[in-house]
T-cell receptor
Framework: GQNIDQPTEMTATEGAIVQINCTYQ??????LFWYQQHAGEAPTFLSY??LDGLEEKGRFSSFLSRSKGYSYLLLKELQMKDSASYLC??????????WGAGTKLIIKP | IAGITQAPTSQILAAGRRMTLRCTQD?????MYWYRQDLGLGLRLIHY???????GKGEVPDGYSVSRANTDDFPLTLASAVPSQTSVYFC?????????????FGPGTRLTVL
């Protein structure tokens, strides 16, 4: 079957760096997405990786290793507004997204 | 409007009733999707449409139907609601014309079936 694994919850301190990991086993691979979802709101797109390596976008970076079925989202200079759930999703061979359950990130002052 | 809208925002429904959740996008995206999101689970695809006039079944299609008469609208119908359909429903759209083809989400409909 298809499976996306990510930690259920993480806690970090304002101003620090946090890394959220995602491992996947899917039927085919056509890209990996990270989304942010604040409580009670819709998911919003953060990043996309289709080739191995690091993609940087401001305070957020995303890494992909296709051979290991592994990605991480790196958040730097954490702010209180970064408190949210972070969703990892893989686009499979049918070009449909398979979603992880999300990682709830709690930022403490 | 800009983006995707969904209606209603929330609804309490008696079991056995028929309900249609509405979704409209103005981005001229060719693909649209319906997901449900339940606590502790990832988003699960109910139905999708790659282009107007076509639809497909996702991971959890039973009890739901969709139609795609035009590019902008993608309604989701629960023919006879059951309590297990209590969930938050998100509509999304994407443009498969190139690039990442990321999905854009509507604000969601919170549905409670009693």
């Amino acid at each position: 079957g298809q499976n996306i694994d990510q930690p259920t919850e993480m806690t970090a301190t304002e101003g620090a760096i946090v890394q959220i990991n995602c491992t996947y086993q899917t039927s085919g691979f056509n890209g990996l997405f990270w989304y942010q979802q604040h409580a009670g709101e819709a998911p919003t797109f953060l990043s996309y990786n289709v080739l191995d390596g690091l993609e940087e976008k401001g305070r957020f970076s995303s890494f992909l290793s296709r051979s290991k079925g592994y990605s991480y989202l790196l958040l730097k200079e954490l702010q209180m507004k970064d408190s949210a759930s972070y969703l990892c999703a893989v686009r499979d061979s049918n070009y449909q997204l398979i979603w992880g359950a999300g990682t709830k990130l709690i930022i403490k002052p | 409007i800009a983006g995707i809208t969904q209606a209603p925002t929330s609804q309490i429904l008696a079991a056995g009733r028929r309900m249609t959740l509405r979704c409209t996008q103005d981005m001229r995206h060719n693909a649209m999707y319906w997901y449900r999101q339940d606590l502790g689970l990832g988003l699960r695809l109910i139905h999708y449409s790659n282009t107007a006039g076509t639809t497909g079944k996702g991971e959890v299609p039973d009890g739901y139907s969709v139609s795609r008469a035009n590019t902008d609208d993608f309604p989701l119908t629960l023919a006879s609601a059951v309590p297990s359909q209590t969930s938050v429903y998100f509509c999304a759209s994407s443009d498969s014309g190139g690039g990442a083809g990321e999905q854009f989400f509507g604000p969601g409909t919170r549905l409670t079936v009693l």
